[in-house]
Nanobody
Framework: QVQLVESGGGLVQPGGSLRLSCVAP????????MGWYRQPPGNQRELVAT???????????NYADSVKGRFTISRDNAKSTVYLQMNSLRPEDTAVYYC???????????WGQGTQVTVSS
């Protein structure tokens, strides 16, 4: 059973920042596109950001329009960890955030357990 372990969620005021972390097994991390989805209360899960590796140093990043310019996804290969830096947080960013690892070539996608982010004054 592959486990993705997330951390970093919490309660923050509007305009504040949080950084989410997700640790994956090394072999999974190296093979996978890594990313984050979120599920706001009463809504469907939606894509937030993805990071696809084309080499050890070249990555392609994509973001939902709603988070462009505020959120940044990054990878630390040495720690097999993907991060989501969230700045200028808004109440509408409130959601459970899920990390995922996906590989079309190897035919899998794995998910973390989710971490709650609440933006409220």
């Amino acid at each position: 059973q592959v486990q993705l372990v997330e951390s970093g969620g919490g309660l923050v005021q509007p305009g504040g920042s949080l950084r989410l972390s997700c640790v994956a097994p090394g072999i999974i991390f190296r093979r996978s596109a890594m990313g984050w989805y979120r599920q706001p209360p009463g809504n469907q899960r939606e894509l937030v950001a993805t990071s696809t590796a084309y080499s050890n140093t070249v990555y392609a990043e994509n973001y939902a329009d709603s988070v462009k310019g505020r959120f940044t996804i990054s990878r630390d290969n040495a720690k097999s960890t993907v991060y989501l830096q969230m700045n200028s947080l808004r109440p509408e960013d409130t959601a459970v955030y899920y990390c995922y690892a996906k590989s079309a070539a190897y035919g899998y996608d794995y998910w973390g357990q989710g971490t709650q982010v609440t933006v409220s004054s």
